[in-house]
């Protein structure tokens, strides 16, 4: 069982930055695929940005094309915490944000989300 508790959100003008947090309970943090994903008002939760364990030490980050350039995702296994920095945000970039893990077997791990607002 893993909890995930996302923090940082925020509101933020457009060209601004905000780094968002996910704190995960549980154990094999590490090998757990760490991903956020976003939903706006009316819309469909889509995905964002995810953090693959590739196995040994290797991680391998992947992004929506919608953010690709302007957000990193990143993670710390020793304070078993991932990380979303936003940079060059735009309103549509506002949404709830969601912390996502899974191990590959086929179970997901859900946040509560942090809401992120933009404004122009």
């Known amino acids: 069982q893993v909890q995930l508790v996302e923090s940082g959100g925020g509101l933020v003008q457009a060209g601004g930055s905000l780094r968002l947090s996910c704190a995960a309970s549980g154990r094999s943090f590490s090998s757990y695929t760490m991903g956020w994903f976003r939903q706006a008002p009316g819309k469909e939760r889509e995905f964002v940005a995810r953090n693959r364990w590739s196995g040994g030490t290797i991680y391998r980050a992947y992004y929506a094309d919608s953010v690709k350039g302007r957000f990193t995702i990143s993670r710390d296994n020793a304070k078993n915490t991932v990380y979303l920095q936003m940079n060059s945000l735009k309103p549509e970039d506002t949404a709830v944000y969601f912390c996502?893990?899974?191990?590959?077997?086929?179970?997901?791990?859900w946040g509560k989300g942090t809401l992120v607002t933009v404004s122009s």
């Open positions: 996502n893990a899974n191990k590959g077997d086929g179970v997901d791990y």
